[in-house]
């Protein structure tokens, strides 16, 4: 028997494959859509409108969306008055439902919420939802990717109207959100949490140890305010100060220890050395108390008591 030998196609099977392949995947995505999203389809034959269609809310084997029963109507209701023909020289009627930027508790975010109430738990008392926003403030329904999926552009937007915030990050010490390697929803939920600042955590520490966990503990030593607060040292946004802290060492550390036994007069900058002065405080200099107290968060040195190991 002759071994099997490959032979090359013939001009006639290459058009009969072909003509197949076409057949398969060349059909037009409008032939394989519900009736409904065909008629829309009609006049709303817009690219960029259109990437909905291969967007997740268009997949029609998924029944969430409904969009295989209902088309288009899934969200914007049946709106038979926006279908019909407007006398001539009228404005067309608007959908049943729609979705208006400032628009917000209004039936297009009733829709939203219908499918992504999993998402927006504590929405209704949210600060967003409070100040009047409509998901499509943030959100963008007919793309195929939505744009505060993306670090930049979630963090582009809220900055739009956290300003303040914003500007925080632009000091010396900052959490590296305009380099990419950040966004907001790291450590806040935008649509609401139970916490006064939207954590994503309950508090404002867990939310905190999800990134610096070596600071989480527990510790044989514990320092307090590190234990119950860590905005008790540090802003979480920005600070001129290094390690985001509200106020550079000593003076941040003199605001609760002066005790009795320690140097514990009030340091300033009369205490710094000169270049004609070769001494000066070593509390002033370098790293100031954290030339001794380095274990500042907390020590699990026999030893460590004064955080000094």
């Not at 219908?114 to 949210?126: F, P, V, Y």
């Not at 009047?132 to 963008?140: E, N, Y």
């Amino acid at each position: 028997m002759r071994p099997f030998e490959a032979r090359p196609l013939g001009p006639l099977w290459v058009k009969l494959i072909a003509t197949l392949w076409l057949a398969v995947v060349g059909v037009s995505a409008h032939a394989q859509l519900p009736e409904s999203a065909d008629n829309c389809l009609a006049c709303h034959d817009d690219p960029q409108l259109n990437a909905v269609l291969h967007g997740p809310h268009a997949v029609l084997s998924d029944s969430r969306n409904r969009f295989a029963e209902q088309g288009c109507g899934s969200c914007h209701g049946a709106s038979e008055e926006h279908m019909r023909r407007p006398p001539r020289g009228e404005p067309r009627a608007a959908t049943d439902i729609r979705f208006v930027k400032g628009e917000g508790g209004g039936a297009g975010d009733a829709v939203c919420l219908d499918c992504h109430h999993g998402n927006a738990l504590h929405w209704t008392a949210s600060a967003h939802a409070d100040a009047g926003l409509a998901c499509v403030d943030c959100h963008r329904l007919h793309t195929l990717d939505d744009p505060m999926s993306s670090a930049e552009a979630e963090v582009e937007h809220c900055a739009s109207c956290h300003r303040k915030e914003h500007a925080e990050f632009m000091k010396v010490s900052a959490h590296p959100l305009d380099a990419g390697r950040m966004q907001c929803s790291d450590c806040h939920a935008a649509h609401g949490s139970a916490t006064p600042a939207a954590l994503t955590r309950p508090t404002i520490n867990e939310t905190c140890h999800e990134c610096h966990a070596e600071m989480r503990g527990p510790f044989l030593w514990e320092h307090p305010p590190a234990r119950e607060d860590c905005m008790s040292c540090h802003t979480p946004h920005g600070s001129a100060h290094g390690a985001l802290l509200k106020q550079r060492t000593p003076f941040l550390c003199q605001q609760c220890h002066l005790a009795q036994f320690h140097p514990s007069t009030a340091l300033s900058g009369t205490g710094l050395s000169g270049s004609s002065l070769p001494s000066g405080s070593t509390s002033l200099m370098g790293q100031d108390c954290l030339n001794c107290h380095q274990q500042v968060h907390g020590s699990n040195h026999p030893s460590g008591v004064g955080a000094t190991r």
